[in-house]
């Protein structure tokens, strides 16, 4: 088992060995990839010294799995080439997502469809996943009919320039701005480029692949913002279904889903919050409430650390799934 990481000396690249570390990940030979400004640097984990490499020299390699977080660009021109040479490519960018002919996967809903002819496996968007596995079980029992989601995202989604933004307006110092506006104290309604029907891409990623990986009849229309946050995204959803549902079924079946935490007390303000998921791999689902405005609808309060299971933690455990099946 030889895997290499492409992007690793960035903001996901690195939490995802951290992943692989908790996770206990089996491996013989562990690639780290970066792009050029970084080949030839070092970087020590796990008390080993790994000499950063570029993807020429890692497609050479031909490793087992190589799990991609280095952008749209560099997915489309080189996961094609580490899949003919044999690699398992699991991309975290948006550039495979949508192509029929490439799986979108999230291992607890449809891990399932995974097979050993699968080269190019795509993982959804952060603020997707956290969302459908909530929904899925729900979907399952009640059929999801229209979904209105507002997403309250934390920065690091952004980059370490964001957090760099941040910290440095806290701090009253002038720096690289990741945003076009201050962050600090603001909540800014953009979350990715704008589209030529007024939706961000982010917002219309929500829709579209809700429907590829959950059910093509599902109405989804989204508002995504971001938020003076580190820990994670939240996100407000309005679910309507085509069955009536019982509060406390809706969540039994939360709690009972793998990669759920259920914190759904306001007797004792329990609710999720991206403080407390910072770090942790569960998705946390409270606010179980009716809405009153509306028959066969659930408000709901969704909140997941994106760098977790929005993109390194789903990664890995594609990786984990093809590996237990033997898929490799």
Avoid at 1 to 6: G, L, P, Q, S, T
Wanted: aromatic share 6%.
């Amino acid at each position: 088992m030889k895997i290499a990481i492409v992007g690793a000396t960035g903001m996901v690249g690195n939490v995802m060995l951290t992943v692989l570390k908790e996770q206990a990940f089996q491996y013989d030979e562990l690639l780290l990839v970066a792009s050029e400004k970084s080949v030839g640097k070092t970087m020590d984990y796990l008390g080993k010294t790994y000499t950063i490499i570029g993807l020429e020299e890692a497609v050479s390699q031909k490793p087992t799995i190589a799990i991609f977080s280095a952008g749209g660009e560099t997915s489309l021109a080189w996961a094609p080439k580490f899949a003919e040479v044999g690699t398992v490519v699991i991309d975290n960018s948006s550039a495979w997502r949508m192509d029929p002919t490439k799986k979108l996967i999230i291992p607890e809903i449809n891990g399932h469809l995974i097979t050993s002819e699968d080269k190019i496996i795509a993982n959804p968007n952060c603020s997707t996943i956290q969302m459908l596995l909530a929904l899925a079980p729900l979907h399952q029992k009640y059929q999801v009919k229209r979904v209105i989601v507002s997403t309250y995202q934390s920065i690091t989604g952004t980059g370490v320039k964001a957090v760099e933004q941040l910290e440095n307006e806290r701090n009253g110092i002038s720096g690289e701005m990741a945003y076009a506006y201050p962050i600090d104290k603001n909540c800014i309604p953009q979350c990715d480029s704008f589209l030529d029907n007024g939706y961000t891409k982010e917002e219309m990623k929500l829709t579209n692949e809700t429907k590829k990986i959950l059910d093509p009849t599902i109405q989804v229309t989204a508002t995504a913002v971001r938020v003076p946050v580190v820990g994670g995204h939240s996100e407000a959803i309005n679910v309507e279904f085509e069955h009536e549902f019982e509060l406390q079924e809706v969540r039994q079946l939360l709690a009972n889903q793998s990669g759920i935490t259920l914190q759904d007390d306001p007797t004792q303000f329990s609710y999720p919050m991206p403080r407390y998921a910072e770090g942790k791999n569960d998705v946390f689902v409270g606010r179980l409430r009716r809405d009153e405005s509306q028959a066969k609808t659930l408000n709901m309060w969704v909140v997941a650390d994106n760098l977790r299971k929005g993109a390194a933690t789903n990664a890995i455990q594609i990786a984990q799934l093809m590996v237990d099946r033997q898929l490799l």
